[in-house]
Each structure stands twice: as C-alpha cells, then as structure tokens.
C-alpha cells in the first residue's frame, strides 16, 4: 500500500477536513478527493469507476453489518479477492 493511491468518491462525509487529514496521514499527496491536489471525477476514468467499485459494494453489503470495525473488516477482506487478472 506504500505505492498505492486511495481515490474516494465525493459524499459529504467522506470529504470533511478530519477525514481528509486522517487519509493524509497514510496516503500524503496520493489521496485523491475533494480538497486535495487530485480532484475526483476527472475526465479520465478508471478501472476503479468502472469495476472495483461496484465489485465492493455488492460484496460488502450482501448480508446485514453491525458495526464499523465490521464493515472496514469486509473491506479488507474483499479487497483481498480482487486479482489483477480480474482488472484487465
């Protein structure tokens, strides 16, 4: 994850000045979001807009979530069975 980016879509929530600061702490300048030097929604869309995105919503919110350390687990867990041949 040390070369990777975190990109977030722009829901309110997500976009707060603590939110962003804490994002800041792991991603630096590779966070890209609103307020940030990479805006969203740029003209050039990705795999993410396209598949990775859709993949975890419908994984993740198959069946009931009771707390937030639970939903971050299936986040991890989901993100874990994407394998770069699903992203060609």
């Known amino acids: 994850l040390q070369h990777s980016y975190f990109q977030q879509d722009s829901a309110t929530a997500h976009t707060t000045l603590d939110t962003i600061a804490f994002l800041r702490e792991f991603f630096d300048d590779r966070l890209i979001s609103l307020h940030t030097q990479i805006e969203p929604r740029s003209l050039c869309l990705t795999v993410v807009d396209y598949f990775v995105f859709p993949y975890l919503k419908n994984s993740i919110f198959r069946t009931l979530i009771?707390?937030?350390?639970?939903?971050?687990?299936?986040?991890?867990?989901?993100?874990?069975?994407?394998?770069?041949?699903?992203?060609?």
């Open 66 to 88: 009771n707390n937030l350390q639970e939903f971050q687990q299936r986040i991890v867990e989901e993100c874990a069975t994407i394998m770069t041949e699903m992203l060609q």
